[in-house]
């Protein structure tokens, strides 16, 4: 009862952990222009401002807490009614840009530059995106780290485990802790039956596990996953299997994502050494991940697992006369797991952008 309340706590601190944010550094650049060569060189340009003032640059709108939007257009004016070129002396075209913030879609500040040549412009970059982006906070080192790592729809993941199986003896029909078994007409047993004091068994069965994990929520997942594993109580020639699933609730930090999870397994064979054997083990573990590249994170797991209902052994599988027929066992397993977890597809990111100051008058 006390480990079960320790895990509700454990998994109830998880469930109500903060979900991820989209970071005000990540910045969408788009723009405008009749002529293509505008266009071309203020996208480079303020694309090259914004990573150099440590901005992420999505590829869509959505994932950006702000919008840089620019346009150029020819610079007119009106005579008489009617739109005309600028005169000689006056610059040729506009370019205006503005800074939208994506949460409302609304206009947080706007000015023209004017220009007639590219070549004027170059030394007006830096100032320009500056202006442009005054009213978006500085940079923080949390806000600079790359963490779509941490939120990605599937993850593939591959493990190499290390469970240790524990068998703990049970008394139900024994005397003094013994077995006794043998053959009742073999005279040369002068008691015609061996006996055996028995004791607790403990066994690592190292094996693999490969999984497919579903982030639904920023602060929850569910991974379906298939174990082998080598050995059972006496043999390493059995191959055991199973299946289950784990439920997981990610908290997620800079450089780390700690994952405790709820875990349900299946065994898919029994050994013939048992007589008796439940298929269904319940328990939790946890998992440690660190980014290992972009695309996923290299990860520690551990868990405790158990086996509801009791185990039994053949004693032995061979005998004549054994006394009692079955050994049992409660069976739990503690395991140690070192694997990859590979990401595919970015999950949305949820913005969240602090207020804004109406931009000053021209």
Not at 35 to 43: D, G, K, M, R
Not at 129 to 136: D, M, P
Not at 345 to 360: N, Q
Request: proline share 7%; no cysteine; glycine share 6%.
């Amino acid at each position: 009862m006390k480990k079960t309340l320790f895990f509700l706590i454990l998994f109830g601190l998880a469930a109500s952990s903060y979900a991820q944010n989209i970071s005000n550094r990540f910045l969408f650049i788009e723009g405008t222009a009749e002529n293509e060569e505008h266009l071309e060189f203020f996208l480079e340009h303020f694309t090259i401002e914004a990573r150099t003032s440590g901005y992420t640059i999505p590829k869509r709108k959505r994932e950006a807490a702000h919008t840089f939007s620019f346009s150029v257009s020819p610079n007119v004016v009106v005579v008489n009614g009617v739109e005309r070129p600028a005169p000689p002396g006056d610059s040729r075209y506009i370019l205006k840009i503005s800074l939208i913030n994506n949460k409302n879609n609304e206009e947080s500040l706007s000015f023209d530059f004017f220009f007639t040549e590219l070549i004027e412009t170059y030394e007006y970059i830096q100032l320009l995106f500056n202006r442009a982006t005054v009213y978006i906070p500085a940079a923080t080192v949390d806000q600079l780290v790359d963490r779509r790592w941490q939120n990605k729809w599937l993850y593939l993941r591959a493990s190499f485990d290390y469970p240790i199986v524990f068998n703990a003896l049970q008394p139900k029909g024994l005397k003094g802790g013994q077995a006794a078994y043998g053959d009742p007409f073999d005279i040369s047993q002068p008691l015609f039956y061996y006996t055996q004091r028995l004791d607790h068994k403990i066994q690592p069965q190292p094996g693999l596990t490969v999984g497919l994990e579903f982030q639904f929520l920023n602060f929850m997942s569910l991974e379906g996953i298939f174990k082998i594993n080598m050995g059972d109580t006496s043999t390493y020639s059995f191959v055991n299997m199973s299946t289950g699933g784990h439920l997981m609730f990610p908290i997620k930090t800079k450089y780390l994502t700690i994952q405790p999870y709820l875990a349900y397994n299946y065994h898919l064979n029994i050994s013939p050494l048992y007589s008796k054997f439940p298929r269904h083990a319940f328990g939790a573990g946890l998992q440690f991940a660190a980014r290992g590249g972009k695309p996923g994170a290299f990860f520690i797991d551990v868990n405790y697992m158990h086996t509801f209902g009791d185990v039994a052994l053949h004693n032995p599988p061979s005998s004549n006369t054994p006394n009692p027929t079955e050994i049992y066992y409660k069976r739990f397993v503690i395991g140690l797991g070192v694997g990859y977890k590979f990401g595919f597809v970015d999950r949305k990111p949820r913005i969240k952008t602090p207020k804004t100051e109406s931009a000053p008058a021209e």
